[in-house]
């Protein structure tokens, strides 16, 4: 069983730019949700993926968007980057269904300058 | 949507002793409390969870309950051990599609 992967390890940015996020599913899992944890925060609720489909969004304006792919692998893109947008992004999977388990991967630091 | 208040901020103990960390939620529907550690720069790992047909679950160690009247859920830790030391984040699912709602964490400090 392969845990949940994600790339880059570390990126940065400048203001005004747009970034892609990638995130590889837990062998097994078909749902995929993202997270934006700030320095010495709790992860907050971005969005989750299922059949290849939005399933659910928090409190992120559009620019926050995202994929997910028939391998069940999925993308955070952010468009327009922001100085507030800097933080670290963690993706976790989980099987919608049976299971409310949510795994997380390593996690994405952004910076924006 | 779901609220979580986590206490205390920070908490030290002597290792060997117990330690507690308390949450509570807004939403009565909220059916899924997790709780995770997050090591400084690695993920935040699942270390137990709990559903709201269940009052209390039990893993070694830890162990958690939950209140549903109260809507407050707790994490007990028992005879503490260095590597115990982290970030514990408690979280709330209201809905499969809604995504955790955590708590603002908790860092725990075991003293030798």
């Known amino acids: 069983e392969t845990g949940v992967t994600q790339s880059p390890t570390h990126l940065i940015k400048t203001r005004g730019q747009q970034v892609t996020l990638r995130c590889s599913s837990q062998?097994?899992?078909?749902?995929v949700s993202w997270y934006q944890q700030a320095l010495g925060q709790g992860p907050q609720f971005i969005f989750q993926?299922?059949?290849?489909?939005?399933?659910g969004r928090g409190n992120f304006p559009p620019r926050f968007s995202g994929l997910q792919f028939p391998n069940y692998s999925s993308e955070l893109n952010v468009n327009a980057l922001e100085l507030d947008d800097s933080a670290l992004y963690l993706c976790?999977?989980?099987?919608?269904?049976?299971?409310?388990?949510?795994?997380f991967g390593p996690g994405t630091r952004l910076t924006v300058t | 949507g779901e609220n979580v208040e986590q206490h205390p901020s920070t908490l030290s103990v002597q290792e060997g002793d117990s330690a507690v960390i308390k949450c509570t939620y807004s939403?009565?529907?909220?059916?899924?409390f997790p709780w995770y550690k997050q090591e400084l720069g690695k993920r935040p790992q699942l270390i137990i969870d709990?559903?709201?047909?269940?009052g209390e679950k039990k893993d070694q160690r830890i162990a958690v309950t939950l209140n549903k009247t109260a809507k407050h859920f707790s994490l007990h830790i028992t005879e503490t051990q260095p590597e115990d030391s982290a970030v514990y984040f408690c979280?709330?699912?209201?809905?499969?599609?809604?995504?955790?709602?955590f708590g603002k964490g908790t860092h725990l400090i075991i003293q030798p």
């Open positions: 939403d009565s529907a909220s059916n899924y």
């Open positions: 062998s097994g899992h078909n749902t």
């Open positions: 976790a999977s989980s099987f919608a269904g049976t299971s409310y388990e949510q795994y």
């Open positions: 979280a709330a699912l209201l809905g499969g599609a809604d995504g955790l709602t």
């Open positions: 993926y299922y059949r290849e489909e939005e399933n």
């Open positions: 709990i559903r709201s047909n269940v």
